[in-house]
């Protein structure tokens, strides 16, 4: 959430340092979020360990499928409200403004890879809250 920081309520994003500065913050949570992922799917190993479990090929997932997608469905629920919270707190959005932010709430579409191999086809299911 501290990336998100960065992004200043997504605010006069019509200004083009403003604009890539939003994009930096939502890129960075987007690869946080992505990293953690692999992390939590795959049981962590010491680096002599991790190649003789690459080897035999014995990776173990860290914790199992249900308590990870909902996992990952809470932080991603949480980065969605966030992100549409600043955005609906603005008093006025231009249309160029409208326009950008409608770019970067769809770099957000991103995080539906998260929840590849669930069970369930759909990853809004893990999230919370169902205001997407």
Known sequence: ?????EASGFLRTSDDSRYAT????LQQVTHTLQRLALVWKVRSFTSSDLDLALT???LQPVMTPT????TLGGLVNEVLLRVLDEIEDQTDISEEESIRLNRLCKMLHELESLFE???VSSFVLYLPTNRC
């Open 1 to 5: 959430m501290e990336s998100l920081d």
């Open 22 to 25: 939003c994009e930096r913050a």
């Open 56 to 58: 035999c090929a014995t």
């Open 67 to 70: 308590a990870l997608y909902t």
């Open 117 to 119: 191999g669930s069970e």
